[in-house]
């Protein structure tokens, strides 16, 4: 099983600065990474695909980065519409694994 | 744009089944690989299993004992079963659209989840 580990557990930013998240897998999984996003009550979102691929209708604020074994989500300004947990998922192999979340706050 | 329903009892009794269904709506069943996710409350995302629309299944090796899916294209749902069910298997179910890419399957769709209680 891929091991995904997420860092930090919860960071605080003030609105219009960059929140920095990683990710950093047990071994290379190439660039079959995901990223989603959680808010309170509602279903994950998914955010970014192949590592740095957004998906439909997500702001360009919302970038990736990484490769192999370690990734980054990057939000270049933040929202107070971003708080929320975000997961970041390798999907290389056909047994998806998580990690076990970022939480994202407004400092 | 696909959507996703889950539905089914939110309380099953220690040791039985927990049975849930997800309708497609808005687009096909057929040609996708489907999964199920669950998060119990305040932890992290688990992914069960997922289905493909010709009936090809793949299962968590923690669940694969007591896990059953099954797919029915006629009436565009799939299902999960899940037995022998014990209070850690309570949690939000949500059930996913896998979509491929690059030899994987990343989440582009998600149902809104079902809370499943499991007590007596």
């Not at chain 1, 998914?46 to 490769?67: D, E, I, K």
């Not at chain 2, 797919?71 to 299902?79: L, N």
Request: with cysteine.
């Amino acid at each position: 099983e891929i091991v995904m580990t997420q860092s930090p557990a919860t960071l605080s930013v003030s609105p219009g600065e960059r929140a920095t998240l990683s990710c950093r897998a047990s071994r290379s999984i190439g660039s079959n990474l995901a990223w989603y996003q959680q808010k309170p009550g509602q279903a994950p979102r998914l955010l970014l695909y192949g590592a740095s691929a957004r998906a439909t209708g997500v702001p360009a604020r919302f970038s990736g980065s990484g490769s192999e074994i370690q990734f980054t989500l990057t939000i270049s300004s933040l929202q107070s519409e971003d708080v929320a947990l975000y997961y970041c998922q390798q999907y290389n192999s056909w047994r998806g694994t998580f990690g076990q979340g970022t939480k994202v706050e407004v400092k | 744009q696909v959507q996703l329903q889950e539905s089914g009892p939110g309380l099953v009794k220690p040791s039985e089944t927990l049975s849930l269904t997800c309708t497609v709506s808005g687009g096909s069943i057929r040609s996708y690989y489907w999964s199920w996710v669950r998060q119990p409350a305040g932890k992290g995302l688990e992914w069960i299993g997922h289905i493909y629309s010709s009936g090809t299944a793949n299962y968590n090796e923690s669940f694969k004992s007591r896990v059953t899916l099954s797919i029915d294209t006629s009436r565009s749902h799939f299902s999960l079963g899940l037995s022998s069910v014990t209070a850690a298997d309570t949690a939000v179910y949500f059930c996913a659209r896998d979509y491929f890419d690059n030899g994987g399957y990343y989440l582009d769709s998600w149902g809104q989840g079902t809370q499943v209680t499991v007590s007596s």
